[in-house]
């Protein structure tokens, strides 16, 4: 029987995972050729360079997004051995690099499919993790609310460091949870490794040192007799990290002018349509946005409740997931900025939590009105937490499939003639192969020509050179004396509406763009609609020919 309950829970888990699956490659292309986030450049170029220049070091350590970036650069090598020695469709690796500065798909593709790779291995470690704590139900039935949890299927399509850490942090986890159950010297180290790699990835990851802490000051207090075992286990943690650290990123330890570089300008105290508003109102933000969406409103308030029932039932849980859930909402409530992706590193505790309510909900009912009173408990709670989940993702998987950038270009191509001149704020490589002479906002090189941009196969260091501190690059804050190198036949603009939600805070940037289109007609207006269009809103914009 015990073999028989193993394998109807292998099988079952097989099946959460071939549901993530299916979710998260509904859409997964999305934008393609274009690329509508602006940060997923940031980790495929430095991957692009390691190859180039037959270097380790990525030159870039914002995130860090070390491992990433390696991560990334070996998918590089499989595509580029694939087109090389299979198909035959790629001669060299001048070739290789012309494919991708003329259709970025080649290599975002399969850069966003290792993404959801990790996503799918943060579902695995879920249930792992629930297992261990509880049983293999909570387990299951947290990795399904996760399989299902949109937010977590919006971060498992995009090219960034969040999901990736997330499977690290998850490994300190259970090493965590080992550790605080059997109080052994490797645990502490498997941790320490873990989350050195975890760090590597993305730094708040650190806060899952928390878990390590939490499960050592747990046996400290149930095995005094362990406590000078203890210190000493600690002490190779830290030591571990660092060995850690130094494997998955070396060159933070050589190239520390960068390093610092890098952190300064990622420590900015506002962004456009993510300026914070304090500990308390950020702490709101989060429960009242990306969490609720996530879970939805009764799985929050369930997710609540299971995390009692979790540190009742289980003081490991409470030392290691529930320690490490409060850093992790603290440490990103605490920052300047908001981020939706910052929640990411929550859903999997919290899916534990809400999975732990469920089964005690679920048990209640049928304690008390039998076979018929779990049957009214699972559909009642399957209309409450499963119900808002599952209509969430499908309109956001609805909104990412049919986007207001690409609505703009499609309507260019129809309308905008040969031999034109146009300026675009986003990298629409969906419509290059357009007659148009392209310009692009490049910070303080004013608006440049994308085809030569291109041609040249532009250096990540350049594009930061070009940014300077600027959190997002378009065409009202190029350097104002070059800003009539931004002028063109037609502008396409997708930030102008952006800026005047907050207008009192970029007063500069809308006098830039007032400048820019000043004679010009408003040509086309496309604006997202919840639940069918997603992107933001793009206007499109005719100049007069006298002001080019």
Not at 177 to 194: E, I, P, S
Request: proline share 5%; aromatic share 10%; net charge positive.
């Amino acid at each position: 029987m015990q073999g028989f309950r193993l394998s109807r829970t292998g099988f079952v888990l097989g099946g959460v995972l071939l549901l993530a699956l299916l979710l998260r490659l509904r859409g997964l292309d999305f934008g393609l050729p274009a690329l509508y986030d602006p940060d997923e450049p940031i980790f495929v170029l430095p991957g692009l360079k390691l190859l180039r220049d037959g270097t380790l070091n990525p030159s870039w350590f914002g995130h860090p997004g070390t491992q990433t970036i390696y991560a990334l650069a070996l998918v590089d090598i499989i595509v580029f051995a694939w087109h090389h020695y299979v198909t035959g469709t790629l001669a060299d690796t001048a070739a290789f690099g012309r494919a991708i500065y003329t259709d970025p798909t080649i290599v975002f593709l399969p850069g966003r499919w290792f993404i959801l790779f990790c996503g799918l291995a943060t579902i695995a470690l879920t249930f792992v993790l629930g297992r261990r704590l509880f049983d293999a139900r909570v387990g299951l039935l947290a990795a399904a609310l996760l399989a299902i949890d949109p937010i977590h299927i919006r971060y498992s399509q995009i090219i960034r460091t969040d999901m990736h850490a997330t499977v690290f942090m998850l490994l300190v986890l259970l090493a965590a949870t080992a550790l605080a159950t059997h109080g052994k010297r490797r645990h502490y180290v498997l941790a320490g490794v873990a989350l050195g790699f975890a760090v590597a990835t993305k730094w708040p990851a650190g806060a899952a040192a928390i878990s390590v802490v939490g499960a050592a000051g747990l046996r400290w207090v149930n095995v005094p007799t362990e406590r000078g075992q203890i210190v000493r286990g600690l002490f190779w943690f830290g030591i571990a990290a660092l060995v850690g650290l130094f494997v998955a990123s070396p060159y933070l330890f050589i190239d520390v002018t960068t390093v610092l570089d890098n952190l300064s300008a990622e420590k900015r105290p506002l962004h456009l349509g993510a300026t914070g508003g304090g500990l308390f109102f950020n702490m709101a933000w989060y429960v009242t946005e990306p969490l609720r969406l996530a879970l939805g409103v009764a799985g929050l308030a369930l997710a609540a409740v299971g995390c009692w029932l979790g540190a009742r039932r289980s003081p490991i849980f409470g030392a290691v997931v529930g320690t490490t859930a409060a850093a992790v909402f603290v440490s990103i409530s605490a920052q300047g900025l908001i981020w939706e992706r910052w929640a990411v590193p929550l859903l999997p505790l919290l899916t534990i939590a809400l999975a732990v309510a469920i089964v005690a909900v679920a048990g209640l009912a049928k304690a008390r009105a039998g076979q018929r009173g779990l049957i009214l408990a699972a559909a009642v709670l399957s209309i409450a937490v499963v119900l808002p989940l599952a209509r969430t993702g499908h309109a956001q998987a609805a909104e990412r499939a049919t986007d207001t950038r690409r609505l703009a270009t499609d309507w260019a191509r129809t309308r905008i003639a040969p031999g034109s001149s146009v300026a675009i704020e986003y990298l629409a490589f969906d419509v290059l192969s357009q007659p148009w002479r392209f310009v692009y906002p490049a910070g303080d090189d004013g608006c440049v020509d994308v085809r030569a941009n291109l041609t040249g196969q532009i250096r990540i260091s350049k594009v930061g050179k070009m940014k300077g501190a600027r959190a997002v690059m378009n065409l009202s804050n190029v350097a104002p004396a070059l800003l009539d190198t931004c002028r063109a036949d037609w502008l396409i603009i997708a930030n102008w509406d952006r800026y005047v939600a907050e207008a009192a805070r970029y007063p500069d940037e809308l006098a830039g763009y007032r400048r820019l289109i000043a004679g010009g007609t408003l040509a086309a207006t496309f604006r997202p609609d919840p639940g069918r269009i997603g992107g933001p809103v793009v206007r499109v914009v005719r100049l007069p020919r006298q002001d080019r």
